[in-house]
């Protein structure tokens, strides 16, 4: 899991204005087989996986024919399976300050649809505890297809530096790199 899989990005080229506008703005993924992951590397080898147990996604259609995608995760539910203590680590303002920022974002440059099947690097910006920062996610190839994903998964995986948005706590104990894994699934793939 040492990547941020963020969903591809969707619209036909080969189709004109017209069908594009007729796509729908919000695409609503299957929240029970959707998922986001986090893990941390700790001392000795040791890794902390955790995890948000719902996200959000809405895709985004531009005049020139490209999309983008926003994404969003819940910082002040995200947890440590089995742990309340590190759940509420994670929530803290050592790391993700969910109290003043509950939400984590991450909105996508403009992509060409044909990243859907190929796969490649997603571009964008996340934003994390109030920081914004340019971050680039790796999308694997996926059946979805246009003009409207549906039946099918999209994943995206990133590593980001945690000191980056301000998250400095133990740094003996916790490594500075964060990866993301991210999960969405579309109608009834399974």
Known sequence: MRALKILPVFACMAMGLHAMQAWPREIVIDGNRSHAR?????PLGRELD??????GAEWLPQGDGRWRVAVWLPADAAEIPDSPRYTR???SEMFFDSRRYPRIHFLSDPFDV????RGGDLSGVMMMRGVEQRETLRLSPSTCRPPVPRDCVME????VSRRRYGMRSL???VGDAVYFSLRINHGNEP
Do not use: H, K, S
């Open 171 to 173: 740094p003996g104990v």
């Open 156 to 159: 995206a995986t990133g590593e």
């Open 50 to 55: 955790g995890r948000f147990p719902r996200l």
């Open 89 to 91: 680590i994670m929530r």
């Open 114 to 117: 044909a990243m859907l099947a």
């Open 38 to 42: 986090f893990q941390l590397n700790l």
